[in-house]
């Protein structure tokens, strides 16, 4: 079956602008994470959904980050107001069970600040 | 918060040496799971460790999980090109429903 799918995979934007991504998560799984992953760096987690439960925020550097999830279906992840230090690589992931089953990556986002 | 280290950062290997990538915590572990990332790509499940004294193969590599729940250690043997790349633990503490906590990562490198 499908993995999960990211869009678009490369994003160029003008600081101060808005951006927005997309994940599509693999079709049953209950959890969706994103991370942020600097060049050269780690992975950075942002937020988490389980299923109809209150989103996890803990992760969002800043008020300009937010993201959605509808269901257990597709998830946006906004960030406004877009400053260079945001360039990175935005990573969705998917899993099946509670969170700490195996994680399912998308191929991710490349945003680049101008 | 919970927090594991994961060392070294990186280790240059010539081709045919081994590499080892070591995750300690000082909170026990519900388990462990470890990703490979290749460059340019995104993280790839490798496998998940929950017994204590847990250990795994998958041909060259060797995954181990300690005695105590806090430490977890991957052995690649004899590298080749193809094992070039990041490899991260991941982790879920006991008696917690949260996510899961991510190591820094090692990047293995070939030398030429």
């Known amino acids: 079956g499908a993995g999960v799918s990211q869009s678009p995979s490369n994003k160029v934007t003008e600081k101060g602008k808005d951006v927005e991504l997309r994940c599509d998560p693999i079709?049953?799984?209950?959890?969706l994470y994103w991370y942020r992953q600097r060049l050269g760096q780690g992975l950075e987690f942002l937020i988490y959904?389980?299923?109809?439960?209150?989103?996890?925020k803990s992760g969002l550097p800043s008020d300009r980050f937010s993201a959605e999830r509808t269901g257990e279906s597709v998830s946006t992840l906004t960030i406004q107001r877009t400053q260079q230090e945001d360039s990175a690589v935005y990573l969705c992931a998917s899993s099946y069970d509670r969170g700490s089953g195996e994680q399912y990556f998308g191929p991710g986002t490349r945003l680049t600040v101008t | 918060g919970q927090q594991v280290m994961q060392i070294p950062q990186y280790q240059h290997v010539q081709e045919g040496e081994d590499f080892t990538t070591y995750c300690n915590s000082s909170?026990?572990?519900?388990?462990i799971q470890w990703y490979k990332q290749r460059p340019g790509g995104h993280p790839v499940f490798l496998i998940q460790l929950v017994k204590s004294g847990e250990v795994k193969k998958q041909k060259r590599l060797t995954f181990q999980f300690g005695e105590a729940k806090k430490n977890s250690s991957l052995h690649i043997t004899a590298t080749q090109t193809t094992d070039v790349g990041t490899y991260f633990c991941?982790?879920?503490?006991?008696?917690?429903?949260?996510?899961?906590?991510w190591g820094a990562g090692t990047k293995l490198i070939i030398k030429p």
């Open positions: 991941a982790f879920k503490v006991v008696d917690s429903n949260y996510q899961l906590i």
């Open positions: 079709s049953g799984h209950t959890a």
């Open positions: 959904f389980q299923g109809n439960s209150a989103p996890d």
């Open positions: 909170t026990t572990l519900s388990n």
